[in-house]
């Protein structure tokens, strides 16, 4: 007769078993599991004892998510005498399930399961067995409290038994599954994951929490996230590794929800929420903590009336928008952008914070977007736990961020600085602006000393004013403090009284010394925009700071994760927490709402693929390289330009000091040239959204004429925004495209790389042409050279020749206004070589050193006018070229000479060494002796 064959057996291997203390033991042939830790063994069913263990190893290596050299006390709310045993025998890191279902041969080994998907988690067949069949019809918590005995039964830890049989015979507390699972939660495992292993106790609760369909037909109430997220965590295994041999049964897994802690409520947070808790799709849970906020009556989150808010005006870029969704860019917008920059739409500040604020307590959002109106330190987190329990913490926190100082300390950098003022107003019952948003656009695009973002829906805005390093110390009030955001300044009204909220001492210094240069050209600004000072609501100073993180994700320090509930988690930056940018050619909330759907991309990204598992920065290792690259397109493409021509304070200072030797109506020719110029390619646009305006030159006359002699040829020398330097394409997060503009992006991107191949090639065939003695970084900056040596002159209706004036160290005296008599000298700035040396062969000017003063009239009648080229455009070095006659040629208003003329470089590199020697070897101007 055959002998009976054995059933079944459900085999784990320790690798460090501990004695099995004998009351006990497992019976004879049944197998028993290690709940917690890594190990069971199959003993066998004759009489014969177990093999002794191993020895025990002297000293347990440290976790794999703590250094070797430093140990971390762990908080846990299991009961004190398992805790202590816990403490004492920690759980071990490798195990074994597996179940052979049929004898096999001796000396065959069982083949090896293929690893399955991270969508899928394995079980040994056995478990169905435990669980039972259809008949005989039992309840699920019947079966469930069965599955628990025979688990515990097998168990070799006395202690884990009985905490087993404990929390099974409690009828009274535990009537349901998942009562069951929440006892095992929080008494066994102390509401903690020791690492991010799967064990085999955590296998069998989520084999239990799978049979009673707990992902799909249980109602989500607050018990059940609690357990599906603790048991089906994102970042924990998903199968026991080695995965069960034999026989196995397979389920498809569903983790649970990722929480994302973000610290800050601004713009850039609250987009950053919105757009995780939308491509979550219910697998991301967002909590944002802002202290500014407050809870009203109707338990809705909002600013209160008395809260600090920002009164910016900001330009988001189409491309930027229309990577919402559809309800989000309805609630931003509400319906109605209003288009001022082509291919952009302006928006208040303080609109966008209270738009997607309201968004985000929207009914869909309910149990994924969390709003907590009070701040967070880093103390919280460190002593309290404030934050409670996520994975990711997200800091959104301004320029200022705690969260950048914290955990990415020697991580910053810092790319350049530069000084602003800013004049908040509000039009009040007037409404709109004084002039027309084209010509407002004209005025800032000319020059770089002003500049104006407004709104003419509600007629308020910011108008900012570069500053120097001397006139950066003057922004104070009347009491010697600075102004800043957290205690702006204010004007006097006209009857002397003092605005409501604001005290004598706060007076803005400048405006009670009215006869200062510093605040004549504070009030230049204003009559540039047509702004009276009553609408000038207060009064700020604002250091612009061009910096950046090296990196975007770090790993949150173990000291700083004691309240999480696994060893660490990751910390990660945007906004301007990671970088900030010079506000002139602008795009901070552009690229802090990129980053926001950039992460809600590349979570979601690296959830589906179950990169989280361990929490390893690779995890989001997309979202690094995505901030990575928007950090060099906005600084190395648009910061960096501006700081070079005029931005920083030693360069703004060094060209104000040469100001003083430009003649009045050179630089007001020049103002109304480069600006009717810019009109002009401005209204050819595709995306240029308002109507050409024929007569836009007399109005650029008439503004310029009101204001004084040295602050026009300010403006002039701080020279026009330098687009082609900031020309490029645009670092999008490509999932959020949709098809048409991904391949419009691609379309682009692939013109401006053959561009620039042609450009490097005619660099290179240029190079080649160099004399003997001549560099290349020299010759980058020579003036254009025509095919003789003769100068290149520019017809002129007046007979009189155009006197020369170089700049001195100690200037002439200034006029107080412009004064375009003929009997003035007038000059020309002419382009200078990158460097000051002397070649061997020096020579004059010769044909196309200069090019005629911007509006300029010719023998034709006709201007030589400058291209101000679009982006992507042509890769000519200079920003201004020779080009065909414009229909639209501004007039001239005074008596130049014959080599009248006007030329500078604005595609320059990143300046290095002195400061002189940088503006010099930029070539920015010179006006020199003939």
């Not at 109707?298 to 600090?308: E, F, I, L």
């Not at 001492?505 to 009553?534: M, N």
């Not at 201007?863 to 080009?883: K, V």
């Not at 500078?904 to 503006?919: Q, Y």
Request: charged share 20%; proline share 10%; with cysteine.
């Amino acid at each position: 007769m055959a002998p009976k064959q054995a059933p079944p057996t459900i085999v784990l291997t320790d690798p460090h078993p501990a004695a099995l203390p004998a009351a006990s033991g497992p019976s004879p042939g049944r197998p028993y599991f290690s709940p917690t830790g890594t190990g069971a063994h199959t003993f066998p069913t004759t009489s014969r004892p177990p093999p002794p263990p191993p020895s025990k190893p002297k000293s347990k290596p440290p976790s794999p998510s703590q250094p070797a050299g430093k140990q971390h006390k762990r908080h846990f709310s299991l009961p004190s005498r398992l805790h202590a045993h816990l403490t004492r025998n920690p759980p071990l890191h490798h195990h074994s399930l597996t179940m052979p279902s049929l004898p096999r041969s001796p000396g065959i080994p069982p083949p090896s399961p293929s690893p399955p998907s991270h969508t899928t988690i394995l079980f040994p067949q056995v478990y169905e067995s435990a669980w039972g069949g259809p008949s005989p019809p039992r309840p699920a918590i019947e079966r469930a409290r069965i599955f628990l005995l025979r688990f515990a039964n097998m168990s070799r830890d006395p202690l884990i038994n009985t905490e087993l049989r404990a929390i099974v015979a409690d009828t009274v507390s535990h009537r349901t599954v998942l009562d069951l699972a929440s006892a095992i939660q929080f008494r066994v495992f102390g509401d903690r994951h020791a690492d991010f292993t799967a064990t085999p106790l955590l296998q069998a609760v989520r084999f239990l929490l799978i049979k009673i369909k707990v992902h799909t037909d249980i109602l989500p109430t607050p018990q059940v996230r609690a357990v599906v997220d603790f048991f089906f965590d994102p970042s924990v295994e998903r199968n026991l590794d080695p995965l069960p041999m034999g026989e196995t049964v397979s389920y498809p897994y569903t983790p649970g929800r990722l929480r994302v802690c973000v610290v800050g409520g601004g713009p850039s947070g609250l987009a950053s929420a919105i757009s995780l808790a939308e491509k979550g799709k219910g697998g991301i849970e967002v909590h944002v903590w802002e202290r500014r906020w407050v809870v009203g009556d109707d338990g809705k989150v909002g600013y209160p009336s008395t809260a600090k808010r920002r009164d910016q005006v900001v330009t988001l870029q189409d491309s930027v928008t229309s990577l919402l969704s559809k309800a989000s860019y309805q609630a931003l917008f509400a319906g109605r952008p209003e288009r001022v920059w082509p291919g952009s739409a302006n928006i208040q500040i303080r609109k966008v914070e209270d738009r997607f604020l309201a968004r985000c307590q929207d009914e869909e959002f309910r149990g994924l977007i969390y709003l907590h109106a009070e701040g967070v330190t880093r103390e919280d987190l460190l002593t309290g736990g404030k934050c409670g329990d996520f994975h990711v913490l997200l800091g959104t926190d301004g320029a200022a961020s705690w969260v950048r100082k914290s955990y990415f300390q020697g991580y910053e950098k810092e790319r350049g600085r530069s000084y602003a003022l800013g004049l908040a107003f509000d039009r009040g019952a007037s409404g709109g602006l004084p002039w027309s948003q084209p010509l407002n656009m004209f005025l800032t695009l000319g020059q770089t000393r002003y500049l104006l973002n407004a709104s003419d829906y509600d007629g308020r805005g910011y108008l900012n004013m570069q500053l120097t390093e001397e006139e950066w110390d003057k922004m104070v009030s009347a009491d010697g403090q600075p102004v800043h955001f957290g205690r702006p300044g204010c004007l006097k009204r006209e009857d002397g009284s003092i605005p409501e909220g604001f005290d004598e001492g706060r007076v803005f210094a400048p405006s009670l010394q009215r006869d200062s240069a510093t605040w004549k050209s504070i009030e230049d600004g204003l009559k540039l925009f047509g702004f009276k000072e009553s609408e000038v609501i207060n009064v700020v100073r604002i250091p612009i700071v061009v910096q950046a993180v090296r990196e975007g994700v770090q790993q949150l320090p173990l000291e700083d994760s004691r309240f999480v509930k696994r060893p660490h988690a990751l910390v990660a930056v945007a906004g301007d927490a990671a970088m900030t940018v010079h506000f002139w050619p602008g795009r901070g909330l552009n690229s802090g709402i990129k980053a926001g759907i950039a992460l809600g991309d590349e979570i979601m990204h690296a959830l589906n693929l179950g990169k989280f598992v361990g929490l390893e920065l690779a995890a989001m290792k997309e979202y690094n390289d995505f901030i990575m690259k928007l950090q060099g397109r906005e600084h190395d493409k648009r910061s960096i330009p501006i700081l070079n021509q005029s931005g920083s304070p030693e360069m703004l200072g060094w060209l104000l000091s040469k100001a003083q030797s430009v003649p009045d109506n050179v630089a007001l020719e020049w103002l109304v040239g480069a600006m009717t110029q810019i009109a002009d390619r401005l209204e050819k646009r595709g995306d240029w959204h308002f109507p050409a305006e024929a007569n836009i030159e007399p109005q650029i006359r008439i503004v310029l004429r009101q204001m004084h002699s040295l602050t026009l040829r300010e403006m002039a020398v701080s020279f026009p925004w330098p687009t082609r330097e900031m020309a490029g394409a645009e670092v999008l997060p490509v999932r959020s495209m949709k098809p048409e503009e991904k391949q419009k992006w691609l379309q682009g991107l692939f013109s401006l790389l053959s561009v620039e191949r042609l450009k490097e090639a005619a660099d290179a065939k240029a190079k080649a042409k160099l004399s003997p003695g001549q560099n290349a970084s020299s010759a980058r900056f020579e003036a254009p050279r025509g095919q003789t040596g003769k100068p290149r002159t520019a017809r002129s209706p007046s007979p009189n020749p155009m006197a020369r004036l170089t700049l001195q160290e100690s200037p002439p005296p200034l006029s107080a206004g412009i004064n375009p008599s003929p009997l003035e000298p007038t000059a020309s700035l002419r382009r200078s070589n990158a460097t000051t040396r002397q070649t061997q062969n020096p020579r004059k000017a010769g044909a196309g050193d200069t090019l005629s003063v911007p509006g300029r009239m010719n023998g034709n009648g006709t201007g030589g006018n400058y291209d101000l080229s679009d982006d992507g455009g042509s890769g000519d070095e200079s920003i201004f070229t020779a080009r065909q006659p414009r229909s639209r040629a501004p007039s001239f208003s005074g008596p130049l000479g014959d080599d009248g003329g006007l030329t500078r470089l604005l595609s320059v590199k990143r300046p290095t060494g002195s400061v002189l020697s940088d503006a010099m070897s930029l070539a920015l101007f010179r006006v020199g002796e003939e």
